[in-house]
T-cell receptor
């Protein structure tokens, strides 16, 4: 089945210790997104890639970086995690373009990050 | 004002009853509207897209009111498995590439 996969599902790191979260997709979608979601809040878009074009949200801290080495994979790097970065990190994909079906986003199961 | 606003609930619904709730959005240029379902500590999953004419998928009916800038979701014959948080989602026009704005969700609890 075509899907979005995230690894690891749970990540525990220490304050200030860099961490990398990974996402892969078999949907062959053009766009990949990273969201941060905290308890009882809406998912917050951090950045996205349309093919190789990187688009950062204006309010995404510099502490967060991303890489997309190929169509299938995308990584989220948190250079110096703080306690406030503890959250669920969601990867999503979409075909991209205009129109309903192109805007539909499909999410991976998420990585729950704990910062000690 | 938030771009997408939802009543957080919870809406406590007896099994078999009907529940309906709305979501308002602030960007009149938005063209794409969705309802996503999110179970506790899980990822959001697309429930249905919301078309201008409204649409129905089984027990779920979605409506769009552009004049008043809100969308609605109605669930008939509620099942225990319908207990979840329902996220209202609109595209962030005029941005392209499917950038979406999520609401914080409406929690529905279906009770036996």
């Amino acid at each position: 089945d075509a899907m979005v996969i995230q690894n690891p599902r749970y990540q525990v790191t220490q304050f200030g210790k860099p961490v990398t979260l990974s996402c892969s997709q078999t949907l062959n979608h053009n766009v990949m997104y990273w969201y941060q979601q905290k308890s009882s809040q809406a998912p917050k878009l951090l950045f996205h890639y349309y093919d190789k074009d990187f688009n950062n949200e204006a309010d995404t801290p510099d502490n967060f970086q991303s890489r997309r080495p190929n169509t299938s994979f995308c990584f989220l790097d948190i250079r110096s995690p703080g306690l406030g970065d503890a959250a669920m990190y969601l990867c999503a994909t979409s075909r991209g373009g205009t129109g309903f079906s192109y805007n539909e986003q499909f999410f991976g199961p998420g990585t729950r990050l704990t910062v000690l | 004002r938030k771009e997408v606003e939802q009543d957080p609930g919870p809406f406590n619904v007896p099994e078999g009853a009907t529940v309906a709730f709305n979501c308002t959005y602030s960007n009149s240029a938005s063209q794409s509207f969705f309802w996503y379902r999110q179970d506790c500590r899980k990822e959001p999953k697309l429930l249905m897209s919301v078309y201008s004419s409204g649409n129905e998928d089984g027990r779920f009916t979605a409506q769009l009111n552009r004049a008043s800038q809100y969308i609605s979701l109605l669930i008939r014959d509620s099942k225990l498995s319908d207990s979840a948080t329902y996220l209202c989602v609109v595209n962030r026009a005029p941005d392209s590439w499917g950038k979406l704005q999520f609401g914080a969700g409406t929690q529905v609890v279906v009770t036996p």
